[in-house]
């Protein structure tokens, strides 16, 4: 048996896109691209945690094992702590409903960092930007990396901030946030048993909350890849990604 499990939040009750995991993309639901991805990593058992019946009903029709879940998550971490917390396996891989162009090799090196690091607790992804565009969008979460890949913060300001810009930091990388996690097992059952933290609130953004209570999150370095779903016009940005990577 793998000692790996893949959880997929599937919120139906969207605040900016309701039912964006089963909207259509190329024929088939957000959630279904997601799912075959997760298929190709061929690492383990995969669960679809949802709270709506409608996330049910579709996931059945491709063959997906999907649990329900209770509508008081208040995130997807709880979601998938609570879809998997009598299971069996030691790593559980939270990869997110409204990535459809996930690569299955980002799927597969976050498992493999959780196996090779006994002092990792939480894995996650990252990709090189010198974007200004994406570096000062607040959506664009950006990561603050020490030299062996150690998450040091996380932040929607630009963070670091150039003091003094100069021509040698002119072309400084920044590190943009993927929202793919790898956990132990015990690591989530840590993590969604503490509470808040201080600038969890301050910046919305939940993985500060381990970082504050002295968890050790790696980050591995992918590429970047096709439009996650949060709005309809990320759908139809999909759309015309879909047709000139996977239709010519």
């Not at 605040?15 to 799912?35: D, Q």
């Not at 061929?42 to 409608?54: D, F, K, M, Q, Y």
């Not at 920044?174 to 933290?197: D, T």
């Not at 381990?210 to 590429?223: N, P, V």
Request: proline fraction near 6%; glycine fraction near 4%; charge should be neutral.
């Amino acid at each position: 048996m793998s000692n790996v499990v893949i959880a997929i939040p599937a919120r139906f009750g969207s605040s900016r896109f309701p039912g964006k995991v089963t909207a259509l993309l190329a024929g088939k639901p957000v959630i279904e691209h997601v799912y075959n991805a997760c298929v190709k990593a061929n690492l383990g058992r995969i669960v679809i945690a949802t709270e709506s019946p409608r996330v049910v009903s579709t996931c059945m029709q491709f063959g997906a094992n999907v649990l329900m879940t209770p509508e008081t998550c208040q995130s997807g971490t709880d979601r998938i702590f609570h879809a998997t917390q009598n299971c069996e396996e030691d790593f559980i891989i939270n990869v997110q409903g409204d990535e459809p162009f996930i690569d299955p090799q980002t799927i597969v090196k976050i498992a493999e960092l959780l196996r090779t690091d006994p002092t990792c607790d939480i894995a996650t992804a990252v990709m090189a930007t010198t974007d200004d565009s994406k570096i000062d969008n607040p959506n664009c979460v950006k990561a603050v990396l020490g030299k062996d890949m150690r998450a040091l913060y996380f932040s929607r300001s630009r963070v670091p901030f150039k003091r003094d810009p100069s021509p040698e930091n002119k072309d400084f990388i920044y590190w943009h946030h993927c929202g793919i996690y790898g956990y132990k097992k015990e690591a989530l059952k840590r993590f969604v048993s503490l509470p808040q933290s201080s600038l969890e609130k301050m910046e919305k953004l939940e993985q500060l909350r381990a970082l504050e209570d002295g968890m050790k999150i790696r980050c591995i370095e992918i590429k970047p890849s096709g439009p996650a779903i949060d709005t309809q016009e990320d759908l139809r940005r999909a759309e015309e990604y879909y047709k000139t990577h996977f239709e010519n």
